[in-house]
C-alpha cells in the first residue's frame, strides 16, 4: 500500500503564488509517472500536470506557462509550482501515483487551494 501525502494548499490573492508538495511513502521509481489533478466544485477532475519516471511532462493547456511540476527522486516527493494564479484555479488538488506492476492508481487526500482577494 502506499500512502500519498499532499501539503502546501491555502488561500492566494490573484497573480500569486503556491508551492504543492506530494510525499510517497515508497520510491518514486516504484511509480511510472506521478501527477496532480484537481476537482472544482460541481466540475469533474481533471488533469493538471505528469511526469513521468523518465522525467518527461505534460499539462494541460489552462496551466502552461504558469504551472511547473518537478520530482524529486531522494526524498520520494513531486512538486507544482502555481504562478500567475487565477480565481478559477480554485480548487481541491490532487496528487496521483501510477505504479508499475500494480492495476490501480493512488490517490492522496487532497488539497485546497482558494484563489480570491
Known amino acids: 500500500q502506499v500512502q500519498l501525502v499532499e501539503s502546501g494548499g491555502g488561500l492566494v490573492q490573484p497573480g500569486g503564488s503556491l508551492r504543492l508538495s506530494c510525499a510517497a511513502s515508497?520510491?518514486?521509481?516504484?511509480?511510472?509517472?506521478m501527477a496532480w489533478y484537481r476537482q472544482a466544485p460541481g466540475k469533474e477532475r481533471e488533469l493538471v500536470a505528469r511526469?513521468?519516471?523518465?522525467?518527461?511532462?505534460n499539462y494541460a493547456d489552462f496551466v502552461k506557462g504558469r504551472f511547473t511540476i518537478s520530482r524529486d527522486n531522494a526524498k520520494n516527493t513531486v512538486s507544482l509550482q502555481m504562478n500567475s494564479l487565477k480565481p478559477e484555479d480554485t480548487a481541491v488538488y490532487y496528487c496521483n501515483a501510477v505504479p508499475i506492476f500494480e492495476t490501480h492508481d493512488y490517490w492522496g487526500q487532497g488539497t485546497q487551494v482558494t484563489v480570491s482577494s
Open positions: 511526469i513521468t519516471r523518465g522525467g518527461s511532462t
Open positions: 515508497r520510491s518514486m521509481l516504484s511509480f511510472n509517472a
